[in-house]
C-alpha cells in the first residue's frame, strides 16, 4: 500500500486527533473515541480535503486550470473543492441540485452556498433529481470551448482515485491506535456518495487490519448504498494492486436512520446535535454527521455495541449549521 506512487497535493493538517469521548461513551454506556476529520484544515475542514489531495493531484498531472463539481446545496464537498481550487490558482465551476427543495433563504446562501462564493467558484443551481452527470460534463465542455482544460470531480469526490483519502486514514487509525494500546472493534461513519466509506474498507482491507466498518446511510436503501460502496471499495482495492481484499461481507450500512430524506432533519438528528455538543463539546453536522450520530446513539442504546471500543469518524460539515439555522434553533 505505496501511497506516494499517486500524484498528491498536500492540503491536509493531518495526522487528525483521535480522542476519546469520556462524558458521551458514559451517556451511551459503550467506549467512544472520535477521529477528528472536522480538523483537516482547508475551508474549515471536513473528510473532502483527503480526498482532494489525490483528486487535485490527478488533476494538476493531468495540466487542468479548472476543477469541476457537483454537490447539493449545502455541499461541504464543493466548499472544499473550491478553496482547494482558489488555494492552488485553479478556477472552480461548481453545480448545486437543489435536492432537498428547500428554499429557505439560510440553506440557499448561509452557511457553504456563503463560503462557495468567498472562494470565487462560479455556481450554477439545478432542479432536485437532474442528471448530475450530464451536467458536469455539459459544464466542462463550456469550459473548454472557453479555452480551459476542466478537471472533472465527482460528487463528494467520490470515486477510486479520490478514495485513496480514505485508504490513507485507514492507516493513521491504524497507527494511532497501535501508538495509544487501543484495540478497536469497530469504526462508524456516515456513508452517503461512498468514497469514505469504501477508501476506509479497502484499506483495512489491504492492511489485513480485520476492523469492521458500519456506515450509516444518509440517502440511498440499504442494498444500494452497500452495492455502491461494495464497487468503489473494489476500484480502490484494485489501484494498490490487490482487488480481491475486499469481500462483500467487509461492507455493512445501516439506513435506518435516512428519516424522511436527504437534508432533511428530524427531532432525533437534533437531539444528537446536542447530545454531542453538550457532553464533549463535539460540533457535528445536520446532514451527515448528525444523523450518523442518531443511528449510533440507538444503536448504542440497543445493546449494538456492548463490550466495544468504537470509533467514530467525525466528516466535518459544521458549516452546513448555518443554512439549517431556523428549524435547528427553534429546537434549542
Known amino acids: 500500500m505505496?501511497?506516494?506512487?499517486?500524484?498528491?497535493?498536500?492540503?491536509?493538517h493531518l495526522p487528525t486527533p483521535l480522542e476519546p469521548l469520556p462524558r458521551l461513551s458514559e451517556a451511551l454506556g459503550v467506549e467512544l473515541w472520535i477521529k477528528r476529520d472536522d480538523c483537516t484544515g482547508l475551508a474549515g475542514g471536513g473528510n473532502k480535503t483527503r480526498k482532494l489531495e489525490f483528486l487535485l493531484g490527478d488533476a494538476m498531472e493531468q495540466g487542468a486550470d479548472t476543477l469541476v463539481t457537483q454537490g447539493a446545496v449545502q455541499?461541504?464537498?464543493?466548499?472544499?473543492?473550491?478553496?482547494?481550487?482558489?488555494?492552488?490558482?485553479?478556477?472552480?465551476?461548481?453545480?448545486?441540485e437543489e435536492r432537498t427543495g428547500s428554499k429557505a433563504t439560510d440553506y440557499v446562501h448561509n452557511g457553504n452556498v456563503l463560503?462557495?462564493?468567498?472562494?470565487?467558484?462560479?455556481?450554477?443551481?439545478?432542479?432536485?433529481?437532474?442528471?448530475?452527470?450530464?451536467a458536469l460534463e455539459m459544464t466542462a465542455e463550456q469550459v473548454r470551448k472557453g479555452g480551459g482544460r476542466p478537471y472533472i470531480i465527482p460528487g463528494g469526490g467520490s470515486n477510486a482515485i479520490g478514495a485513496l483519502g480514505y485508504v490513507d486514514c485507514a492507516r493513521e487509525i491504524v497507527v494511532q491506535a497501535d501508538e495509544l494500546d487501543l484495540p478497536i472493534d469497530r469504526i462508524v461513519t456516515a456513508t452517503g456518495s461512498a468514497g469514505t466509506h469504501a477508501g476506509l474498507v479497502a484499506g483495512l482491507a489491504v492492511m489485513g487490519a480485520d476492523v469492521p466498518v458500519l456506515g450509516i446511510g444518509v440517502r440511498?436503501?440499504?442494498?444500494?448504498?452497500?452495492?455502491?460502496?461494495?464497487?468503489?471499495?473494489?476500484?480502490?482495492?484494485?489501484?494498490?494492486?490487490?482487488?480481491?481484499?475486499?469481500?462483500?461481507?467487509?461492507?455493512?450500512?445501516?439506513c435506518d436512520y435516512v428519516g424522511e430524506g436527504y437534508g432533511l432533519i428530524d427531532g432525533a438528528v437534533i437531539e444528537a446535535l446536542k447530545l454531542a455538543a453538550r457532553t464533549d463539546g463535539i460540533v457535528l453536522d445536520p446532514v451527515y454527521t448528525g444523523k450518523a450520530m442518531k443511528g449510533l446513539i440507538a444503536l448504542a442504546r440497543a445493546g449494538r455495541f456492548e463490550g466495544e471500543t468504537v470509533v467514530f469518524l467525525h466528516t466535518g460539515g459544521a458549516q452546513g449549521l448555518f443554512g439549517y439555522q431556523g428549524e435547528i434553533e427553534s429546537a434549542l
Open 2 to 12: 505505496h501511497l506516494a506512487r499517486f500524484p498528491r497535493v498536500r492540503l491536509a
Open 75 to 96: 455541499s461541504n464537498h464543493v466548499r472544499q473543492t473550491a478553496a482547494a481550487a482558489a488555494a492552488h490558482g485553479l478556477k472552480c465551476e461548481v453545480i448545486l
Open 220 to 254: 440511498a436503501p440499504k442494498a444500494k448504498q452497500e452495492e455502491n460502496v461494495l464497487k468503489l471499495a473494489r476500484q480502490t482495492a484494485a489501484l494498490l494492486g490487490r482487488p480481491e481484499a475486499v469481500t462483500p461481507e467487509m461492507v455493512v450500512a445501516d
Open 115 to 134: 463560503m462557495d462564493r468567498l472562494f470565487g467558484a462560479g455556481i450554477r443551481f439545478v432542479d432536485g433529481g437532474s442528471d448530475m452527470v450530464a
